[in-house]
């Protein structure tokens, strides 16, 4: 849409200027047509997505999955979300690249190269769960600006890289460090090199967890471009945005870090639950840390039609941030009554668990399968949207799904 009305503004002269050459038959192209060398590539297959993905934004990319989608137990690529704030880097240049650590807490700077990194420290693999803190957001009323995530912002990938404890113990950091910050390659849709699109982090106590990686691949190739290639830093379990992409830096902070999107209501939410709508003071502002359970139904599809006196075998995933989930229910009668479905354990520490529960229907009709995880702590998902907040974060409400039995 946005294509077809700016094609329609510009001039043929200015489509050739920003070409760089004339359209040497442009009086005879039909009005509106934007020629294809101005055209978007295809975010499919630029990305290897499935084209069941939904996009949510082209500037900067951003891509959900359906809830169906999610049904592997690790998240094979052409189903991960994309959710960048800038403009993904161009030109990686993969056997030159470096992470530098520097900050307060760091009494001597110091540059890893990759091949560094990947050489001198022992290599880990964990499946971790990411999901935007803004996953859910589409949900809130009044709405929150920014995408409007469904269900699909999260995922659960199997990362290898090093552990950052084992580079921070070798590179030695201050007694006074309390949190990192990452600093990435990826620029800001302004263009204005001075400013970086997002550079958030974590505090030291979450950066020397085993499961903290310098990832390096995902499911076993190199990380693909869109989700940090060359080098990524990994915090499951917490809002993804911790995570970052592309990585080149790691300031080891003597404070809590201050970079992008750190700061004001990013990846924070009222430190006390407030009226919807309310206007919160900068300093009753908390910083989310790990996620809230949550689960997600990714068999059936929404909307199937199911046989009558067919048994079917629902399943999906449930997490908890840091925590474990300790019960899975499902309910078919709008959470007046819940049976327990089978719950997996995680393949290790902040790894989504998958459940499943085998169920048949006694009558023809419009059904809904609502879903709820509790977790290791005796605290369930909410059965409709939780606190309200300015940013729409954290909407762990039950998954439903709805079923035709014909
Ligand atoms: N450098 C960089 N890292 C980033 C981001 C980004 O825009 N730039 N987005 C963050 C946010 S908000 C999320 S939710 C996750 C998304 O990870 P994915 O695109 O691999 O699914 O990356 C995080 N790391
Ligand atoms: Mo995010």
């Known amino acids: 849409m946005k294509r077809r009305d700016f094609a329609a503004r510009v ?18 192209m039909p009005k509106d047509y934007v020629p294809l060398a101005l055209q978007n590539t295809d975010p499919f297959k630029l990305f290897n997505k499935d084209k069941e993905m939904v996009v949510l934004n082209d500037k900067p990319w951003n891509m959900e999955a359906r809830a169906h989608l999610l049904n592997d137990a690790i998240t094979p690529n052409r189903y991960m979300f994309i959710r960048n704030n800038g403009k993904i880097p161009e030109n990686i240049d993969a056997e030159n690249w470096t992470l530098t650590f520097d900050g307060e807490a760091v009494a001597n700077p110091k540059t890893y190269s990759l091949a ?10 964990y499946q971790l769960t990411l999901e935007c803190g803004g996953n859910g957001r589409s949900e809130f009323n009044p709405p929150a600006k920014g995408n409007q995530w469904t269900v699909g912002a999260v995922s659960c990938a199997n990362w290898t890289g090093v552990r950052l404890r084992d ?5 030695g950091i201050s007694s006074n460090a309390v949190y990192i910050g990452y600093h990435a390659a990826d ?19 979450k950066a020397m967890q085993e499961e903290t990686l310098l990832a390096f ?61 309310t206007e919160v003071d900068k300093s009753n502002m908390c910083i989310i840390e790990s996620m809230p359970v949550k ?11 199911l046989k009558l006196g067919q048994r079917i075998n629902i399943n999906g995933h449930a997490w908890a941030g840091e925590l474990e989930v300790s019960r899975m229910e499902y309910s078919l009668d709008f959470g007046s009554t819940w049976n327990v479905c089978e719950l997996k354990k995680p393949a290790n ?22 879903a709820r995880a509790t977790d290791q702590n005796g605290k369930s998902q909410p059965m409709v949207l ?21």
């Open 11 to 28: 001039s043929l002269g200015t489509l050739g200027t920003i070409l760089g050459t004339p359209i040497v038959y442009g009086h005879l």
């Open 116 to 125: 560094e990194l990947k050489s001198k420290f022992k290599h880990y693999t």
């Open 167 to 171: 580079v921070l113990n070798d590179l």
């Open 187 to 205: 620029t800001h849709l302004s263009g204005d090199p001075t400013k970086e699109p997002i550079s958030r982090g974590v505090p030291l106590t």
């Open 217 to 277: 691949q995902m499911n076993g190739n190199d990380i693909p471009l869109a989700h940090g290639y060359p080098l990524r830093l990994v915090c499951g379990g917490w809002p993804a945005s911790a995570s970052g992409k592309w990585i080149n830096k790691i300031s080891i902070r003597n404070k809590v870090h201050d970079g992008a999107k750190m700061g004001g209501s990013s990846y924070r939410v009222p430190c006390e639950t407030v009226a919807p709508g």
């Open 295 to 305: 689960s997600l139904i990714t068999y059936p599809k929404s909307g199937a039609l």
């Open 349 to 370: 520490r902040l790894a989504w668990q998958h459940f499943n529960a085998a169920i048949s229907f006694s009558k023809k009709g419009y059904y809904e399968i609502w």
């Open 386 to 406: 939780p606190g309200w907040n300015p940013k729409g974060y954290l909407n762990n409400a039950c998954h439903r799904i709805a079923v035709k039995v014909v």
